[in-house]
């Protein structure tokens, strides 16, 4: 539910040109944030950004869904908002190359991974003056997998509004066939938050393994130490 599997030639134009079109706006937005990283900052920012991939390249069979793990949240709260959205786009691009997805999904998968992924840190930076960092990975982790997850079922309810043809894909059918007679709530939602759920985990495994051995690279909250920003980081990813 964090990616859209929907090959090339299936959703209607004016829905992939404008997601193409808001993405590059946002790639070029957030350039101008990172302008000023250093070759630490880069080399850190590839490095998480090829651990996404990594993740992202094996898809989860869920029923008539394969749900690809992201580490979104983490990454999201490591780099912040600008790095996070120039990760999401470079990772989205490289899975079309290998076949998950049509090269005309790459804005909109860029737009529902990288606003989930970029909605972490802002929330984690509530959640870290309440408690312990690694929960507040772990929840914020959930908050934008969850964003993510509205907004795939958004694209796909818009698209078949607009062309209803969209439904023909096998994506596309299963979801709505799903959607429909309340199945929301009796099968995906239980699943969707079982797959919510397992991706905390993670970011919660992850986080408690930081905080002990690179407290440095959370952000401060009510575990400790302030954070320090990592060497080179563009002025965006203290924010």
């Known amino acids: 539910m964090s990616h859209l599997h929907i090959p090339d030639g299936v959703l209607p134009p004016l829905v992939w040109i404008a997601g193409l079109l808001l993405a590059l706006a946002g790639v070029l937005v957030s350039a101008a944030f990172t302008r000023g990283a250093g070759p630490q900052r880069i080399a850190f920012q590839s490095a998480l950004g090829g651990l996404m991939l990594a993740v992202m390249a094996i898809p989860v069979p869920i029923t008539a869904f394969d749900y690809c793990m992201t580490l979104a949240g983490p990454v999201g709260i490591l780099l912040g908002p600008a790095s996070t959205f120039q990760v999401s786009f470079v990772v989205t691009v490289i899975l079309a190359l290998m076949g998950q997805g049509g090269f005309t999904v790459i804005g909109l998968n860029t737009l529902v991974l990288g606003l989930g992924a970029m909605s972490a840190r802002p929330v984690y930076g509530v959640l870290a003056r309440r408690m312990k960092r690694p929960h507040a990975v772990a929840l914020s982790t959930a908050f934008s997998q969850l964003l993510s997850s509205a907004l795939w079922i958004a694209v796909l309810a818009a698209s078949v509004k607009l062309s209803p043809a969209t439904a ?25 938050l079982v797959a919510v759920a397992v991706e905390s985990l993670l ?37």
């Open 168 to 192: 023909a894909d096998e994506e596309v059918h299963h979801t709505l066939r799903w959607l429909q007679g309340g199945a929301l709530v009796a099968l995906l939602a239980p699943l969707l």
């Open 203 to 239: 970011a919660l495994g992850l986080a408690h393994f930081l905080d002990r051995v690179r407290p440095d690279l959370l952000p401060g909250g009510a575990s400790g130490a302030s954070g320090a920003a990592v060497p080179g980081e563009a002025p965006e990813a203290r924010s």
